[in-house]
């Protein structure tokens, strides 16, 4: 099945959901009104915390950064024994 | 499985594609950092220069002096057509039955490629990819900016393609031969929205897809390739991939 279709065929269900509920009046008429406001609200607020959440966490890695130039080094060596140019730009 | 086997008697043979444009001194390093890295593995390393004028080419034939025309192979294409076609060309002349892809520029170090190797074979993916994004891995020269957007562009993405890997623009993947044939031949995007491609379809496919941290350093040598309005490529991209996958 083509994501879309999965996706489509979820809010389908939310929404025979939603509107199931604007027919039994489980919940007063209208709060259900605005309940796919407050869906859409949530899914931003939870995708900025996501977002949030992830940039603080966000793995570094600066000890490799020197590792990096250590390798580099180290190849340099080699190769200009072999005679290949390394010299940069 | 049983194919591979009779093909090759058990053994594998790693064949790594790296695309260049102007890497004159990035390829050296990178060609001796992956020898150094594989010293018991069969491998071939497959670079598709794409007609640089910087004398990538004339380094690379010198390293095949050096460590030998079939461990090396140069194919070479008269100018730039693109990652996704340097991916195509390579694997026609892949003697492996597992494909690397890798940078050029040294943010791939090949240090991680015993742990690609390992994790394939203790799990039997079909597909092996690096990420940046769990803890183990990581990024280096990146700023806020870069890192805030690279957050962003993954939220969305994970939120609307519910992808199953982590890292979806990473370019540093191991793929079983057939995989990568297979995969590739259903790709039309260009770019990174290319490599994000290639991830998404496999997993929709149903490939085992496994990863491993690598850390990124950020380009040493050379102007980074990357520039323009990637926020609206991506967009687009995500939404092709929204549809079409």
């Known amino acids: 099945m083509k994501h879309i279709v999965k996706i489509m065929t979820l809010l389908v269900a939310i929404s025979a959901f939603w509107m199931s509920l604007l027919q039994t009046s489980l919940i007063p008429r209208s709060y259900t009104w605005l309940l796919p406001l407050y869906f859409i609200v949530s899914l931003g607020c939870y995708g900025l915390l996501m977002v949030g959440v992830g940039l603080m966490q966000f793995p570094t890695c600066p000890q490799e950064a020197v590792l990096l130039q250590q390798d580099i080094k180290e190849a340099k060596v080699f190769l200009e024994q072999k005679g290949i140019d390394v010299s940069s730009d | ?245």
């Open chain 2, 1 to 245: 499985m049983e194919e591979q086997r009779k093909h090759n008697d058990g053994k594998n043979k790693y064949s790594i594609i790296v695309p260049t444009y102007n890497e004159r001194l990035n390829i050296a390093l990178l060609v001796y950092l992956v020898f150094k890295h594989l010293p018991d593995v069969d491998f071939e390393m497959i670079i598709v220069d794409d007609g640089s004028p910087d004398g990538t080419q004339d380094v690379v034939k010198k390293l095949q002096e050096v460590y030998g025309e079939d461990r090396i192979l140069l194919r070479a294409r008269p100018k730039k057509l693109g990652l996704g076609t340097a991916y195509v060309h390579g694997l026609k002349h892949c003697s492996g039955n597992y494909v690397v892809i890798m940078d050029a520029d040294l943010s791939h170090h090949p240090k991680y490629l015993p742990s690609f190797i390992k994790k394939q074979m203790e799990t039997g993916a079909s597909i092996v990819t690096g990420t940046r994004y769990v803890k183990g891995g990581g990024v280096h020269g990146w700023t806020l900016m870069r890192k805030l957007t690279s957050r962003g562009a993954n939220v969305l993405a994970q939120t609307l393609l519910w992808p199953g890997v982590s890292d979806l623009t990473g370019s540093f993947r191991l793929y079983r031969k057939s995989v990568l044939e297979d995969v590739i031949s259903s790709c039309v995007s260009k770019g990174y929205v290319f490599q994000m491609e290639m991830i998404v379809r496999a997993s929709r496919k149903g490939y085992h897809i496994e990863e491993v941290p690598i850390t990124f350093v950020d380009r040493v040598y050379g102007t980074s390739k990357l520039g323009g309005s990637e926020i609206v490529e991506y967009l687009k991209g995500l939404m092709y991939l929204l549809v079409t996958t």
